[in-house]
């Protein structure tokens, strides 16, 4: 069974760190872009961030950008979001997801154009 696997979320205080990962299982990552989105309750899913596994190339949204850091270790076939100085406003389920619709980082990531997804990590940012 394709599928993508998240893990690292949990509970933290504002300012704190988390780095979440994602690995695939029944296939590899490579070709494929990955991103990681996000939802809060009673709010649509998001993106955050993305990366090419194949050249690197990454995006990042305005409300994550110099917080967040999106990387890739293609010996483990996994891909990492390390998320510094957390806020309440980042409370949310994460979802990683892959797509062989671009070969390179070229635009934000929609929930649409992502065929694979994981199932979700709570990270929750509270004192």
């Known amino acids: 069974q394709v599928q993508l696997v998240e893990s690292g979320g949990g509970l933290v205080q504002p300012g704190g760190s988390l780095r979440l990962s994602c690995a695939p299982s029944?296939?590899?990552?490579?070709?494929?872009?990955i991103g990681w989105f996000r939802q809060a309750p009673g709010k649509e899913r998001e993106g955050v961030s993305c990366?090419?596994?194949?050249?690197?190339?990454?995006y990042y949204a305005d409300s994550v950008k110099g917080r967040f850091t999106i990387s890739r270790d293609n010996a483990k076939d996994t891909v990492y979001l390390q998320m510094n100085s957390l806020k309440p406003a980042d409370t949310a389920v994460y979802y990683c997801?892959?797509?062989?619709?671009?070969?390179?980082?070229?635009?934000?990531?929609?929930?649409?154009?992502?065929?694979?997804w994981g199932q979700g990590t709570q990270v929750t940012v509270s004192s």
């Open positions: 029944g296939f590899s990552l490579d070709y494929y872009v």
């Open positions: 997801a892959a797509t062989t619709r671009f070969a390179a980082v070229v635009k934000d990531p929609e929930v649409h154009e992502y065929a694979y």
């Open positions: 990366i090419s596994k194949s050249d690197g190339s990454t």
